[in-house]
């Protein structure tokens, strides 16, 4: 997107929208999806609004890791380390409608991997 308007998520971010956080720190946020494609379904957003996957630099390296042990942290606090899937939608033809890169965490509230895959 080229316009430089706040994304939907930064304004989550800046509590401009509503969103049950539940898990942030100084380079992330983690909010349940609005839309839940599983019991469970959570997205772990850098608060750097890097657009797409294919945008991140070198010099997002860092935060790229982070995000994953993010993922994990907040999969282990919600019980599914067990069994959970990440995913990331990079671009519109991958379904990507959010244009502020996050990782979807999806999972079954017993740790199974019998959730939805209609959308993801
Ligand atoms: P994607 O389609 O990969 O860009 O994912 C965007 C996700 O953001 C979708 O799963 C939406 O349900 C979710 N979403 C959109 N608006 C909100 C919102 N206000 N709060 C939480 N999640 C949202």
Do not use: W
């Amino acid at each position: 997107m080229s316009d430089n308007s706040p994304t939907l998520f930064t304004r989550i971010i800046n509590r401009e929208i509503p969103a049950e956080i539940l898990y942030e720190d100084d380079q992330c946020i983690v909010i349940n999806d609005i839309a839940p494609q599983a019991p469970v379904h959570m997205l772990v957003i850098p608060r750097k609004p890097i657009p797409r996957l294919v945008d991140a630099t070198e010099q997002d390296r860092a935060i790229l890791g982070h995000l994953l042990l993010v993922a994990g942290d907040v999969a282990r606090t919600a019980g599914v380390d067990e069994a959970f899937r990440l995913v990331v939608n990079n671009g519109a033809d991958a379904g990507q409608t959010v244009f502020h890169l996050h990782l979807h965490v999806l999972a079954s509230k017993d740790g199974t991997q019998h959730f939805s895959e209609a959308k993801l």
